[in-house]
């Protein structure tokens, strides 16, 4: 039975491939992210590896760098599965080392004739190998240590390479009175509210195709991207996901103060801001600390319109570069230029007030699409 292993931070995908490569005959180890993946590879010795491109910690090409650079993975075969199309995705994955690369959303059939072409070779690779040289074993013994897997990465000279630059609608999003917060709770029972609320957000952003990029402290950092690269599509889903992020923080509220009856807490509520630009993805973080990021302008600029929106009852606030280029029907409030803290050039901001009611009058025009 060949065993493959399978890295990519998609839960439902790993699970759904996963489900599908046992019930064809094959054996399967999963991974997360990419030092996982390298963790997995040196202990399981898989016969294939199918690769994700874009993941936290160690990305896909990192790995496969890593892969290639050690002796007792380097002849294991690599097919990456990404939803990168362009000509410069393939040639990073044929010049790090791939053995093939399927387009996300993968068709079973691609992806079983692949593993099945890429088995095959192994194979015929392996009986050459016993005949050449029968005293070299197929899998030499490999030690599984973090001392080996550091000496790996440094080897390979890459821990997370992936930099490139995208247009993606950052939402940034902080709890309001959280230092109170904390003064006024158990150190356990404010990590549990933290948690609580940070999965009902995570939910939130998941179902409008957001990537939480970052936890910092009491803060979420989300990027929103389009898989037909449309600026309107994921602009529009961030002003969804803040609005929507808006009624949970609400609800929640609710929950803490049946939870925590008379002790006089601070309103829970959070401030949002969103920004659309250019952001620069890539790994930052010394060693196997190192973590996949997003950095620039846009990030900062999603930050200072989240510290704006405590001046309007915590409403979402979002530039006007975002809110012009929407898909979607929304309410909006007061536009203005505004002076950012530690920007020099001023921004337009507009005020988020929720979704545009419907009309249902035949040729109506939704007349609150921009105030």
Same mark, same amino acid.
């Given at each position: 039975?060949?065993k493959?292993?399978?890295?990519?931070?998609?839960e439902?995908?790993v699970?759904?491939?996963?489900?599908?490569?046992?019930?064809?005959?094959?054996?399967?180890? $999963? &991974?997360? /992210?990419?030092?996982?993946? @390298?963790?997995? *590879? +040196?202990? #399981?010795?898989?016969?294939?590896? !199918? =690769?994700?491109?874009?993941?936290?910690?160690l990305?896909?090409?990192?790995?496969l760098a890593?892969?290639?650079?050690?002796?007792?993975?380097?002849?294991i075969?690599?097919?990456?599965? $990404? &939803?990168? /199309?362009d000509?410069?995705? @393939?040639?990073? *994955? +044929?010049? #790090?080392?791939?053995d093939?690369? !399927? =387009?996300?959303?993968?068709?079973v059939?691609a992806?079983?004739?692949?593993?099945?072409g890429?088995?095959?070779?192994?194979?015929?690779?392996?009986?050459?190998g016993?005949?050449?040289? $029968?005293?070299?074993?197929?899998?030499?013994t @490999?030690?599984?240590?973090?001392?080996?897997?550091?000496?790996?990465?440094?080897?390979?000279s890459?821990?997370?390479?992936?930099?490139?630059s995208?247009?993606?609608?950052?939402?940034?999003?902080d709890?309001r009175?959280?230092?109170?917060?904390s003064?006024?709770?158990?150190s356990?029972d404010?990590?549990?509210? @933290?948690?609580?609320?940070?999965?009902r957000?995570?939910?939130?952003?998941?179902?409008?195709?957001g990537?939480?990029?970052?936890?910092?402290g009491?803060a979420?950092?989300?990027?929103?991207?389009?898989t037909?690269?449309?600026?309107?599509?994921?602009?529009?889903?961030a002003?969804?996901?803040?609005?929507?992020?808006?009624e949970?923080?609400r609800?929640?509220a609710?929950a803490?103060?049946?939870r925590?009856?008379?002790?006089?807490?601070?309103?829970f509520a959070?401030?949002?801001?969103?920004?659309?630009?250019?952001?620069m993805?890539?790994?930052?973080?010394?060693?196997?600390?190192?973590?996949?990021t997003?950095?620039?302008?846009?990030?900062?600029?999603?930050?200072?319109?989240?510290?704006?929106?405590?001046?309007?009852?915590?409403?979402?606030i979002?530039?006007?570069?975002?809110?012009?280029v929407a898909d979607?029907?929304f309410?909006?409030?007061?536009?203005?230029?505004?002076?950012?803290?530690?920007?020099?050039?001023?921004?337009?901001?507009?005020v988020?007030?929720?979704?545009?009611p419907?009309?249902s009058?035949?040729?109506?025009e939704?007349a609150?699409?921009?105030?």
């Amino acid at each position: 039975m060949a065993k493959i292993l399978l890295v990519d931070d998609d839960e439902l995908l790993v699970l759904s491939l996963k489900t599908l490569l046992q019930a064809t005959g094959y054996e399967v180890v $999963t &991974a997360g /992210d990419g030092l996982q993946g @390298l963790q997995a *590879a +040196l202990q #399981h010795a898989p016969d294939l590896i !199918l =690769l994700d491109v874009r993941m936290p910690v160690l990305d896909g090409f990192g790995m496969l760098a890593a892969l290639r650079a050690n002796a007792g993975t380097r002849t294991i075969p690599c097919v990456i599965l $990404t &939803a990168m /199309d362009d000509r410069e995705s @393939l040639d990073n *994955a +044929l010049r #790090h080392g791939a053995d093939g690369m !399927l =387009l996300k959303p993968v068709r079973v059939e691609a992806l079983l004739q692949a593993i099945a072409g890429r088995l095959e070779v192994l194979t015929a690779r392996k009986h050459v190998g016993m005949v050449a040289i $029968t005293s070299t074993p197929t899998h030499p013994t @490999l030690r599984t240590n973090e001392e080996e897997l550091n000496a790996i990465l440094t080897e390979s000279s890459v821990r997370a390479p992936f930099r490139e630059s995208r247009e993606v609608t950052v939402l940034f999003s902080d709890i309001r009175n959280f230092s109170r917060l904390s003064e006024m709770l158990p150190s356990a029972d404010v990590a549990e509210v @933290l948690q609580q609320y940070y999965e009902r957000a995570a939910d939130v952003m998941r179902r409008h195709e957001g990537m939480l990029v970052r936890i910092i402290g009491d803060a979420l950092l989300v990027a929103f991207e389009s898989t037909r690269n449309l600026r309107g599509e994921h602009a529009g889903n961030a002003i969804r996901a803040a609005l929507l992020l808006q009624e949970t923080a609400r609800e929640y509220a609710l929950a803490l103060e049946r939870r925590y009856p008379r002790r006089d807490l601070p309103p829970f509520a959070v401030g949002t801001g969103i920004h659309t630009g250019e952001v620069m993805v890539c790994s930052m973080g010394p060693g196997h600390t190192s973590e996949i990021t997003i950095i620039g302008d846009t990030v900062n600029v999603a930050a200072r319109l989240e510290a704006l929106s405590k001046d309007h009852s915590c409403t979402p606030i979002a530039s006007a570069s975002t809110v012009d280029v929407a898909d979607g029907h929304f309410m909006y409030g007061k536009r203005e230029k505004v002076n950012l803290k530690g920007r020099l050039a001023p921004i337009e901001s507009v005020v988020i007030l929720g979704f545009s009611p419907r009309v249902s009058r035949p040729g109506s025009e939704m007349a609150t699409k921009r105030a």
